[in-house]
């Protein structure tokens, strides 16, 4: 539950939004923002939290889908991933890269560490302010001290870096730590959330996958992987060829948003992992529908091995497979299902109903707050002209009005939903019932 503190301010930002919208047009998606934060403050829902976040939605160009060239806040990328899957060895590279940005490190570690042991980057490079959170995880016991550090870290060093970079425990779930940027009022305006990045060990990351807890304990590496905005399969010189492509294969049913590189001692360019802005509403457009092309062609001429351009390859593929079909809601990948946290994502030609896709969100998130791990959408609205753009996390939305759509252009909307035992056939069934009927063309829907 959001305390009264922060939820007036979620209030504020919502307003705020709000206003921003009136401006442009006077009918908007953000209305049910609007009333189920009322009825929030008013006692009569159980809804946990929706906020549409931060001062970046409100300075947005809705013609360039860029991030604001001026915004203030320092971006912080959280590296994650199960134990020894290469954490501290991809810090000590980006410590170490000529990328021109300065950065403060923040490692969360159990008991004592010896920083500069662990962190030649530091003999290296100098690098001073390094932090260390060591009694206890992140992700439970200590984001008080997170955010205290971070407030620390703004307060008496701001003109000293450019960049955070927090390193979790091994054993962290990431969800916390994500909330915290959104829900921690002191911070919101100060910092914001660039990216994850997930490092997945190919030799043993399939037996942590497969490991089954007990009822209510959530699989770390599962949700390492979920939540994640870039994936680094390391390690890739400690197995095969077949044994990776399962394993891609397997990190793409979980997330089939992240882009995914293939790494020895988690080398890779630094745009990879630095300035990512996985959070930035103005970049659905191109993380959710733009990165196959770029990346395919940069990707002939490259060593790296980047899963994502081939994922794309067999999505587009497979979309037009399914382009032609008759307006069912698609083919369904039935094999080898990760019980519990996968991808669903949507993809069909056509407008939606304002006020049923307006509620259908809404209801959505209300409903499974807990269960929706990530989201990222681009929709078609009957009778408004630009495109509407959302991302989220959990209950916090964040949308925008994009871009106009052209006139030669598809109306397709795209959605992508992370989640754990997500009711699939009902969400897209309840989805494509907001379609304008006359328009509804169905392309793919998987997951
Ligand atoms: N063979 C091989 N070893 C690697 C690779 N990347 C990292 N390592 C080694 O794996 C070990 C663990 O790497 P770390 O970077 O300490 O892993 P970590 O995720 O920070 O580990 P924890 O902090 O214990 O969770 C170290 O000995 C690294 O040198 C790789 O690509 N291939």
Redesign the pocket.
């Known amino acids: 539950r959001l305390s009264p503190k922060a939820l007036n301010s979620c209030i504020k930002s919502v307003e705020g939004l709000r206003l921003y919208n009136n401006g442009t047009q006077t009918r908007n998606l953000f209305s049910y923002t609007n009333s189920r934060i009322q009825r929030f403050r008013n006692g009569s829902s159980s809804y946990r939290q929706l906020v549409t976040s931060s001062a970046t939605s409100q300075q947005h160009d809705a013609v360039t889908h860029e991030p604001p060239l001026n915004d203030p806040r320092v971006p912080i990328t959280v590296i994650t ?10 810090l000590n590279h980006v410590l170490t890269a000529e990328h021109g940005k300065r950065i403060a490190v923040i490692e969360n ?1 159990y008991g004592e560490v010896d920083i500069d042991g ?1 962190l030649v980057a530091v003999q290296k490079t100098g690098t001073e302010d390094i932090m260390m959170l060591n009694n206890g995880c992140l992700c439970c016991t200590v984001r008080g001290d997170l955010v205290r550090m971070i407030k620390e870290l703004l307060k008496k060093k701001r003109d000293k870096f450019d960049h955070i970079l927090i ?1 979790t ?2 054993l962290a779930n990431p969800s916390p730590i994500i909330q915290t940027f959104y829900m921690e009022e002191s911070l919101v305006h100060h910092v914001k959330l660039d990216g994850v990045v997930t ?1 997945v060990d190919a030799k043993h990351a399939p037996q942590h996958l497969d490991e089954v807890k007990p009822a209510g304990i959530v699989n770390e590496a599962v949700e390492q992987i979920a939540y994640a905005d870039r994936i680094l399969l ?5 197995v095969g060829e077949p044994e990776l492509d399962a394993l891609s294969h397997r990190i793409k049913r979980i997330n089939e948003m992240a882009r995914i590189k293939r ?4 080398v890779v360019d630094m745009d990879f992992v630095l300035g990512v802005g996985g959070f930035d509403v103005e970049r659905v457009v191109s993380d959710i529908t733009q990165p196959a092309a770029v990346e395919s062609s940069k990707d002939e001429h490259s060593h790296d091995h980047d899963e994502q351009s081939h994922e794309h390859e067999h999505h587009h593929d497979h979309d037009h497979e399914h382009s032609h079909g008759n307006g069912h809601a698609g083919h369904e990948h039935t094999h080898h299902h990760d019980p519990g946290v996968s991808s669903l994502s949507i993809q069909c030609e056509g407008s939606l109903d304002l006020e049923k896709v307006d509620d259908w969100l809404g209801n959505l998130v209300q409903e499974n707050a807990d269960d929706l791990y990530r989201m990222k959408g681009v929709l078609s609205i009957e009778g408004v002209e630009t495109q509407f753009i959302f991302q989220g996390v959990h209950a916090l939305l964040d949308g925008i009005n994009g871009r106009p759509w052209r006139k030669d252009e598809k109306r397709t909307n795209k959605i992508v939903f992370i989640g754990k035992n997500l009711d699939k056939e009902l969400i897209k069934k309840s989805f494509f019932d907001c379609l304008v009927p006359a328009k509804k063309t169905v392309l793919s829907a998987r997951g």
């Open positions: 991933g199960f134990l020894g899957s290469g954490k501290t060895t991809l570690e662990s390193e425990t091994g490092l390391n390690k890739i010189d400690l790494t020895k001692f988690g």
